[in-house]
């Protein structure tokens, strides 16, 4: 199936988080899941399940080795792979990550980030004449309260989630300026987390703080769109096609438990997909979704059928983007996370398939070009 925007309705996403743990140690996603160097042979299994768009990365602190000085050989084979197997790739420029050197509080980071944006658009430009697909900022919002409030990932500092979650949007904003010095035509996702948080109870002070939480997972988009604190440099065309990330976990209690799914405080997933589109009138993507082990095609049925829902309402949605498409090693321990719908390798040198959660691929796919045709 092909929309406006994407050349599938279904897109794969590459875990491509770069970060360091408060351990000092640096993650690279993309090393860990040996996608880096298997790109070409990742993007081909993914066309055999019709899927040929995909969330991929850069490796920024890779790639800019030295203050201005770009070496690009981490991404160019990755970006030469994508043309040959014409695989259209929204490119994550900052994904956790960033080189050691910067100061991440400071306008240099802004500053840079910019510079390096400019230059990598210039490469793609240069490489591809398909129009270039970016998400500048992964999950500001996540970003802010991991690492500026909870110390969890670097910067790894605590009660500056505020601060932190300025700068990124300052970063992006610069970035998406770059970009279209450089290419006019380039287009932009926004990846946040979609949540919903509700009260422990009917208390009215529990009731309002909730609220009040639930309503923070806008607070991003209004800073890039100038809804609020303008003076940031916020302003609609900022926002492009915004992106929200949802899994089984996103809902839960304040200060309290994970809501589950089919509980009555559990809200529907297309209601929360029309109230951002409402809010921003602009069209949504499914930027991240999935789920682990058994639940994986189940998640899947659900979140399709919760867009198609949301489709039927005149809710704009461009697309669902799963993710992770490969499985990985986690985080923290790096506990092998069985995710995708690609794995481990085989002897015939592809990778893995989750049979049940390419059945159900397999279904919404169907289901989806079924819906599209009626228009």
């Not at 993007?43 to 768009?53: C, K, M, P």
């Amino acid at each position: 199936m092909t929309n406006a925007v994407f050349k599938s309705f279904f897109l794969a996403g590459f875990e491509c988080s770069t970060h360091r743990r408060p351990d000092g140690r640096r993650l690279d996603l993309l090393a860990a899941t040996d996608h880096y160097r298997r790109a070409e042979t990742d993007y081909r299994q993914l066309a055999d399940h019709g899927v040929h768009t995909a969330r991929d990365g850069l490796r920024w602190h890779l790639i800019e080795t030295r203050p201005g000085h770009y070496d690009w050989s981490s991404f160019l084979p990755m970006l030469k792979a994508a043309n040959r197997s014409g695989t259209q790739v929204i490119w994550d420029l900052c994904h956790y990550g960033w080189p050691d050197d910067i100061d991440i509080w400071s306008p240099a980071f802004v500053e840079r980030f910019a510079r390096f944006a400019a230059a990598a658009a210039q490469l793609i430009r240069n490489e591809s004449d398909d129009v270039a697909l970016y998400c500048p900022v992964n999950e500001i919002s996540y970003w802010a309260w991991a690492g500026g409030e909870t110390g969890r990932i670097n910067p790894c500092s605590f009660g500056r989630g505020n601060e932190l979650k300025r700068n990124l949007v300052r970063a992006a904003i610069a970035s998406i300026e770059a970009i279209r010095d450089v290419d006019p035509g380039a287009r932009f996702i926004t990846a946040e987390p979609l949540i919903h948080v509700d009260s422990p109870s009917p208390e009215p002070e529990h009731v309002v703080e909730a609220e009040c939480y639930r309503l923070s997972q806008f607070e991003a988009l209004d800073l890039l769109s100038g809804r609020i604190d303008p003076g940031l440099g916020g302003s609609p065309e900022y926002l492009d096609l915004v992106g929200v990330n949802f899994y089984p976990d996103n809902q839960w209690y304040l200060e309290g438990p994970t809501i589950p799914l089919g509980h009555h405080a559990y809200r529907r997933l297309s209601t929360m997909l029309q109230e951002v589109y409402h809010r921003y009138g602009r069209p949504l993507l499914i930027a991240e979704t999935g789920a682990e082990g058994s639940a994986r095609a189940a998640w899947l049925h659900y979140v399709s059928s919760e867009v198609q829902h949301a489709q039927r309402r005149q809710t704009q949605i461009t697309g669902i983007c799963l993710y992770p498409i490969l499985d990985y090693p986690g985080w923290d321990n790096d506990r092998l996370c069985r995710v995708g719908l690609l794995g481990d390798v085989t002897q015939c040198g592809l990778r893995k398939v989750s049979q049940a959660t390419a059945a159900e691929l397999r279904r919404q796919t169907t289901l989806i070009d079924a819906h599209a045709r009626q228009g």
